[in-house]
């Protein structure tokens, strides 16, 4: 794994990106701390069947809307 300071990601942030995409993991450090990991994503990500997400939801609620505000209302309020 490479190790490269906060600096040198932010210098040479491209580069960096080329080796995740070849496979290699960076890590970020911060005054001789590690602070991050740069990784590749999986290319046999498993897809998320949401589906039967909502199923379990209706069976929780019954069916009816969840108790509290919309969440679309909390984010027009916190706007104002």
């Known amino acids: 794994m490479k190790s490269v300071t906060v600096e040198e990601a ?3 942030f491209p580069a960096l990106l080329r080796l995740v995409r070849a496979g290699e993991e960076v890590e970020v450090t911060s005054r001789k701390k590690a602070v991050a990991k740069i990784i ?3 290319k046999n990500r498993r897809k998320v069947d949401w589906a039967g997400t909502w199923a379990k ?3 929780i609620f019954g069916g009816k809307p969840a ?3 919309a969440g679309s ?3 027009m309020e916190g706007r104002r």
């Open 40 to 42: 590749p994503i999986p």
């Open 73 to 75: 209302q909390i984010i």
């Open 57 to 59: 939801v209706d069976k």
């Open 67 to 69: 108790p509290g505000k």
């Open 10 to 12: 932010e210098t040479n």
